[in-house]
């Protein structure tokens, strides 16, 4: 069981908004940066979102996130079908430990 | 451009120890405030930080792998390593290894399976 929690999944149709939650503690969320990863299947982990609500060079504005107090989101508007994927929250902690979250399953009906 | 590329067997048996190294390419293992770490994902599991290595030489480890875990970097050829012992089945996964910032995972290996099995 992850320290950062996230729903096991989530899904949406073309075109709609979809959010996913994080939720942790004020040891992790509540003092650190939260980072976003997409995951497709068989590839390592992509940077999404950086330092809470950062975008790397590359990402859609599509792709946003957001922190308040001890819990994060991302979300994802204009889904589209190639955003079907894994996607974790990750922070690190107080007691010097990185975290993940247990990662969310995105499907698009 | 960074690279990092992990090496090691992919197959090791149960009560032996899992040894990984991390190859960087494009940028030194030397540089200032980069953490070098692992993460191992089991098939169809999420995934989990086993721990890391600063710049520095200081090492911080997953509390719940802490007893089994040893990194360590040799910057002569610019690779770190992990060691993981006593390994059971439950330690089979895609371990990657990556340069991070606290929680911000920059750069990643491909990942390389290690599967424990007798």
């Known amino acids: 069981q992850s320290v950062l929690t996230q729903p096991p999944s989530a899904s949406g149709t073309p075109g709609q908004r979809v959010t996913i939650s994080c939720s942790g503690s004020?040891?992790?969320?509540?003092?650190?940066?939260v980072y976003w990863y997409q995951q497709l299947p068989g590839t390592a982990p992509k940077l999404l979102i950086y330092?809470?609500?950062q975008r790397p060079s590359g990402v859609p504005d599509r792709f946003s996130g957001s922190k308040s107090g001890t819990s994060a989101s991302l979300a994802i508007s204009g889904l589209r079908s190639e955003d079907e994927a894994d996607y974790y929250c990750?922070?690190?902690?107080?007691?010097?430990?990185?975290?993940f979250g247990g990662g969310t399953k995105l499907t698009v009906l | 451009q960074l690279q990092l590329q992990e090496s090691g067997p992919g197959l090791v048996k149960p009560s032996e120890t899992l040894s990984l190294t991390c190859t960087v390419s494009?940028?030194?293992?030397?540089?200032?405030?980069?953490?070098w770490g692992w993460i191992r994902q089991p098939p169809g599991k999420g995934l989990e930080w086993i721990g890391s290595?600063?710049?520095?030489?200081?090492?911080y480890y997953n509390p719940s792998l802490k007893s089994r875990v040893t990194i360590s970097v040799d910057t002569s050829k610019n690779q770190f390593s992990l060691k993981l012992s006593s390994v059971t089945a439950a330690d089979t996964a895609v371990y990657y290894c990556?340069?991070?910032?606290?929680?911000?995972?920059?750069?990643w290996g491909q990942g390389t399976l290690v599967t424990v099995s007798s």
């Open positions: 004020s040891s992790n969320i509540g003092s650190n940066y």
């Open positions: 494009g940028g030194s293992i030397s540089s200032s405030s980069y953490y």
């Open positions: 330092r809470n609500n």
């Open positions: 290595i600063y710049y520095s030489g200081s090492t």
């Open positions: 990750a922070a690190w902690d107080d007691s010097l430990s990185g975290l």
């Open positions: 990556a340069r991070h910032l606290r929680g911000d995972y920059e750069d």
